[in-house]
């Protein structure tokens, strides 16, 4: 089973700073096989990124995805006060089981 | 526009059953693979299940005994049946489209979520 470990657990930035969010996994994969979430406090999660660098409909530029093998890297440049929030990382195995498998998740909080 | 809605009780007793249901409205519950995934108090998130669109399903081998994932075409509706539950099963339940992209099964279309409480 894939285990997906995030770090650092807490990033403290400000606005107009540059966040890098990593995600590396046990295993190693297809270099499209991962998946960002961003969860703000009451709301259901909401797609960021899929295949490890392609933004999801709606998403602002200033995200963006990368890696292969077993490290992949959120980038969000330029922070925003709407961007502090919880980051997940999402792979689905591709060895049984095959099962879809979230990242501890890294908060994003505002210095 | 495609949105998803969850409904459910939102105490359910130990050793019962846990029932919830997930209204798709914009498209049909036929045309698309669907998936639980639950969120208990403060923690991370955790996959619980999917159903394709023949109606097959793919548990979290940690729920799988007591999972079921179901799907009423003519309701336009999806299902989640936990059993057995204890508080343990508390969390935040969430319903959402499942997507692919290559060898990834990936959630781009997510429901509001439903607290559900595990208690006597």
């Known amino acids: 089973e894939i285990v997906l470990t995030q770090s650092p657990g807490t990033v403290s930035l400000s606005p107009g700073e540059s966040a890098t969010l990593s995600c590396r996994a046990s295993q190693s994969g297809s270099s499209s096989n991962l998946a960002w979430y961003q969860q703000k406090p009451g709301q259901a999660p909401r797609l960021l990124i899929y295949?490890?660098?392609s933004r999801a409909t709606g998403i602002p530029d200033r995200f963006s995805g990368s890696g292969s093998g077993t490290d992949f890297t959120l980038t969000i440049s330029r922070l925003e006060p709407e961007d502090f929030a919880v980051y997940y990382c999402?792979?689905?195995?591709?060895?049984?089981?095959?099962?879809?498998?979230f990242g501890q998740g890294t908060r994003l909080e505002t210095k | 526009q495609m949105q998803l809605q969850e409904s459910g009780p939102g105490l359910v007793k130990p050793s019962e059953t846990l029932s919830l249901t997930c209204n798709v409205s914009g498209a049909s519950v036929r045309s698309y693979y669907w998936t639980w995934i639950r969120q208990p108090p403060g923690k991370g998130l955790e996959w619980i299940g999917l159903?394709?669109?023949?109606?097959?399903?793919h548990y979290n081998p940690s729920l799988n005994s007591r999972v079921t994932i179901s799907i009423d075409s003519s309701k336009n509706h999806f299902y989640l049946k936990l059993t057995s539950v204890t508080a343990a099963d508390s969390a935040i339940y969430y319903c959402a489209r499942q997507n692919y992209y290559g060898p990834l099964y990936y959630m781009d279309v997510w429901g509001e979520g439903t607290a559900v409480t595990v208690s006597s």
């Open positions: 159903i394709n669109t023949s109606g097959g399903t």
């Open positions: 295949g490890a660098s």
């Open positions: 999402q792979q689905y195995g591709s060895t049984p089981p095959r099962i879809i498998t």
